[in-house]
């Protein structure tokens, strides 16, 4: 992620550095996110909040929302309920496989951009946005 890093010693005009970002500023969420990750920083931490937003939380974000999308479609065509499983049983959930299919029709904008997945359950059809480091701070080269 691109604009995690400190380019802030760099001379602008004598190197043209680019990079990658899969950020999805528009997103309703994002500026609250900014915000509540930066809170926890001057909370929990000696050191000044992080400028960007880590790229592993963002991804935690939208996984958590693919998840609840999910299981929203689930228990709308099955009856799920709650059952009781243990870690030492080998009794698997029987709503499991159908829990995997959902994941995979899941469609959905989140922060880290465009959410969906192919038939094998790998992230597909996302964007990478192309950054440029310039006097005025990152820019998205079009």
Sequence with gaps: EFSLLRLDDVPSELVNILGF??????????????????????????????????????LLFDAVHAVVAAVQEL???????ATQL??????????????MNYLRMVELEGLTGHIEF???????NYALRIMQNSRDGLRQVK
């Design 21 to 58: 970002s899969v950020f999805n500023r528009t997103h309703p969420f994002f500026q609250d996110f900014l915000l509540s990750l930066n809170r926890s920083w001057q909370e929990n931490c000696d050191h000044a909040p992080f400028a960007g937003t880590p790229l592993s939380s963002a």
């Design 75 to 81: 228990n709308r065509s099955q009856n799920v309920g």
């Design 86 to 99: 243990s870690c030492k049983s080998s009794k698997i959930w029987e709503h499991g496989t159908s829990l």
């Design 118 to 124: 192919n038939s094998k359950g790998q992230r597909s």
